[in-house]
């Protein structure tokens, strides 16, 4: 057998091998980019379901008639609890970028101040609440705005 025959198959296939494993590296990482776009997508619109749910069901415990301040305020905390928000911003900071989780805490921590203001008493009428509704508004539209940054960052 010729040695010139022997080096031309070796190489051949050994050409061909490479190949083969980038085309798969490259598969295997265009895979992983669109999983974790999937994934961040996923979890920064369940905050922000979390964090709407969380501020309308306070709205609904806050609305309702009741004379006693004490089972009022109970009401909206448990509310509050019961939305799930507080795990839906644990599982996104845990995981996302340091601006995200900034601008997701920004917002929840705006929620929490709508919490207090309408367990303090205040209605949905009064001042203090639109105030602290205004402010928690500002800080999910920067919460969104930050989210779609981020995912475009991963898009490209």
């Not at 929490?112 to 367990?119: G, K, N, Q, V, Y």
């Not at 209605?123 to 609440?129: P, R």
Request: aromatic residues 4%; glycine residues 6%; hydrophobic residues 40%.
């Amino acid at each position: 057998m010729e040695w010139g025959t022997l080096v031309g198959t070796a190489l051949g296939a050994v050409l061909g091998i490479g190949a083969t494993l980038a085309g798969e590296h490259l598969r295997w990482r265009r895979t992983v980019r669109h999983n974790r776009l999937q994934d961040r997508r996923t979890m920064y619109a369940d905050c922000l379901v979390a964090l709407r749910r969380a501020h309308e069901a306070m709205r609904l415990a806050a609305d309702e008639d009741d004379s006693d301040p004490q089972l009022r305020a109970a009401r909206i905390r448990q509310a509050f609890q019961a939305s799930g928000c507080d795990e839906a911003r644990e599982r996104l900071v845990l995981t996302a970028p340091d601006d995200v989780s900034e601008a997701v805490d920004a917002s929840y921590h705006a929620l929490r101040r709508i919490r207090e203001t309408l367990a303090s008493g205040s209605t949905l009428a009064s001042h203090e609440y639109d105030a602290a509704r205004q402010a928690h508004g500002d800080a999910t539209r920067a919460a969104r705005t930050v989210f779609r940054r981020d995912l475009a960052a991963l898009e490209s």
